[in-house]
């Protein structure tokens, strides 16, 4: 076993086995708290017959939600974590992980004892200093977070096995040089510009079309107007809004909640507070500010106004050097503790409601602060928070509602029950949907995963796992399959004749750019657009591909055009969502061939990095489709609550 060639080399292995463990520390906390009726060899899931368990999606949970919070500095709730969609993020990667194996297993490729061996003894990135622990050590961490040698080196096995299926998919991946140099420009090249928009939508009011002209385009392109297949659904909508009535709730509960979470009303200690501000100079050679002394001696005569009866907020208008405030008499806001720089901090906490400081030097400069209001930390009385505790026990208890009726009435149709009789044994009623097309979700069943299904579904069939929705979740059965048919000229007219105005107005706004383009060349393009009524404008900075031409958003077709033209060269008439646009560049830098040369070998790296990782995503997308994915909700939702 790799824990053999771990023995004899210990002094080797301490950097790399620390770091790991340390990531296994963290993998290893336990994710919730409390006591769950799900045990963590429960299965969650299974993947081509490969269980998901409780206890891997518990710590893949937590170390997903750790990642979030350090990101937003603080701890998330549950509607939060909902939100961010963490539940479904770390399902799908224990899925890929899943496929990865089988899909290694199914092309050989294994990964030998030896070889675990050697990634633990070769690779750098886990050395530190040279120095190694040994593996005594490293068996009481792994004692200490419940954590055997064999998931250690089965985590590094899965890692290679990754890595090795990631290799054969990807051997073919290479970059050219016209891609590498396609690249850097796209990263590099940034052009500015002039330009005038001839915007379309004025000139529906001028154009016409006769019958005969729709007639004529109907039957030139009717596959255009072929309706498609569409899908009719009878669903249940386990809505907690809808449900909100069933629920009771009393006012000693909502009194209880206070009394039990009083922490979540605290209002802390809160100052609300003026001050005049005098800067001290930052360096030598920055204009803003005063040197420390000549900064003291102003605010000191300040002060002295202050106390000889002079109003504050008029002489911070006048006086104050902090340009923030200055307009508003000096006036910061109201603030907790800790929000202001130390030093005023410290001296506006130490005032009384009405009392002005003496002089306070913090690295702005001097301050005089002048405290309006004085608040101590406090609870919010319960008078003024009451009706939110209520709503939000409202929705919990009614969210809660919807979730037992969801695993009840899941559990019903996985017994053969109809949905009509799931149903209504749940108090709640079956509707149909309007026509679905394929890929066009609509309210109040917005899943793109439930349409997709629905076109899955065979007619009578049922789904009897729930679809998460932003009001609920809703289960389906296939109600009617309306076929794909060619419509008629009556029933599309309106659409033919909407379809024709925006082409004959578009038609319109590339005649009148290709006309002012002559002009421009003659008068310049400003003069030309005053002349056609039109409007000049430039981009407010040098634009790169991919990113906004101002107010033209971005655009392919305004990349390939403006960089292809040489600089002070006006363009033919380029297409936007919005009509046509005549465009000349003010600058265009020549390509820069010694940066380029310089930075080849990173920019067909990166590039390189970039197919291989798309190349290998898409493989395992389809690779997925070979393997039997089964949920268990009921499971899911024990777990995550």
Request: contains cysteine; aromatic residues 8%.
């Amino acid at each position: 076993m790799a824990l053999g060639f771990m023995r004899r080399h210990r002094r080797w292995l301490f950097a790399f086995l620390w770091i790991v463990i340390a990531a296994f520390i963290i993998l290893y906390i336990p994710a919730f708290e409390g006591s769950t009726a799900s045990g963590p060899s429960e299965a969650l899931a299974s993947v081509g017959g490969l269980p998901i368990t409780v206890g891997e999606f518990q710590k893949a949970y937590l170390r997903q939600r750790q990642m979030y919070e350090r990101l937003s500095q603080r701890p998330l709730d549950p509607a939060a974590l909902r939100g961010l969609g963490i539940e479904n993020q770390v399902f799908e990667s224990l899925v890929t992980e899943r496929v990865v194996f089988l899909e290694a297993k199914r092309l050989n490729l294994a990964v030998s004892d030896d070889a675990v061996a050697r990634e633990i003894a070769t690779s750098p990135q886990f050395q530190q200093n040279g120095a190694f622990i040994g593996a005594a050590e490293i068996r009481r961490l792994l004692d200490l977070r419940g954590m055997s040698t064999e998931e250690f080196e089965e985590a590094i096995r899965s890692d290679l096995a990754r890595r090795k299926l990631e290799a054969l998919v990807t051997a073919g991946v290479s970059v050219t040089p016209a891609e590498a140099e396609r690249e850097f420009r796209r990263q590099r090249e940034k052009v500015r510009a002039e330009y005038v928009l001839v915007d379309a939508a004025p000139y529906r009011s001028q154009v016409a079309v006769s019958d005969d002209e729709l007639k004529a385009r109907f039957e030139g392109r009717k596959d255009t107007y072929r309706i498609p297949e569409k899908r009719v659904v009878s669903y249940v909508l386990l809505d907690a809004e809808a449900l909100k009535p069933r629920v009771a709730l009393t006012d000693r509960e909502v009194d209880s909640y206070y009394e039990e979470h009083r922490d979540e009303f605290k209002e802390p200690e809160e100052v609300c507070a003026s001050h005049i501000l005098v800067k001290v100079r930052a360096k030598e050679g920055i204009p803003e500010g005063h040197e420390d002394g000549e900064a003291r001696t102003i605010a000191e005569s300040l002060l002295a106004q202050i106390k000889g009866g002079a109003d504050f907020a008029t002489l911070a208008k006048k006086s104050s050097e902090d340009k923030g405030s200055a307009d508003r008499g000096g006036d910061v806001g109201c603030f907790p503790r800790g929000r202001m720089v130390p030093d005023f901090d410290n001296a506006a906490f130490s005032l009384a409601a009405g009392e002005t400081s003496g002089l306070v030097k913090s690295s702005l400069g001097y301050h005089v602060i002048h405290a309006a209001s004085h608040r101590e930390e406090a609870f919010a009385p319960l008078e003024r928070v009451k009706e939110g505790i209520r709503n939000n026990l409202l929705n919990q208890r009614a969210t809660a509602l919807a979730d037992e009726k969801m695993e009840l009435l899941g559990a019903a149709l996985r017994r053969g029950r109809s949905l009509e009789d799931a149903a209504k044994e749940q108090g709640v009623v079956v509707a149909k949907s309007p026509p679905l097309a394929r890929g066009e979700p609509a309210e109040p069943l917005a899943s793109p995963a439930l349409v997709a299904r629905a076109f899955e579904l065979k007619p009578g069939e049922i789904e009897k796992e729930p679809f998460p929705l932003a009001r609920g979740y809703a289960f389906i059965a296939l109600a009617e399959v309306k076929p794909s048919r060619m419509t008629t000229f009556d029933e599309i007219k309106e659409r033919v004749k909407a379809d024709l105005l925006v082409e004959r107005s578009f038609e319109k706004a590339r005649e009148t750019a290709a006309a002012l383009k002559v002009r421009a060349e003659k008068a310049g393009l400003e003069k030309a657009a005053a002349a056609s009524g039109l409007v000049r404008k430039e981009t407010p900075s040098p634009v790169g591909r991919g990113l906004p031409w101002g107010d033209l958003g971005a655009s392919a077709a305004l990349d390939e055009a403006a960089f292809g033209l040489p600089e002070k060269t006006l363009s033919e008439p380029v297409g936007t969502a919005n009509g046509y646009v005549v465009l000349r560049l003010l600058e265009k830098p020549a390509f820069d061939h010694a940066a380029f040369e310089s930075e080849r070998a990173s920019v067909v790296a990166s590039l390189k990095e970039a197919k291989k990782r798309q190349l290998f995503e898409a493989y395992l997308k389809q690779a997925r489709q070979r393997f039997a994915i089964e949920r268990r909700p009921d499971v899911m939702k024990r777990v995550v609550g």
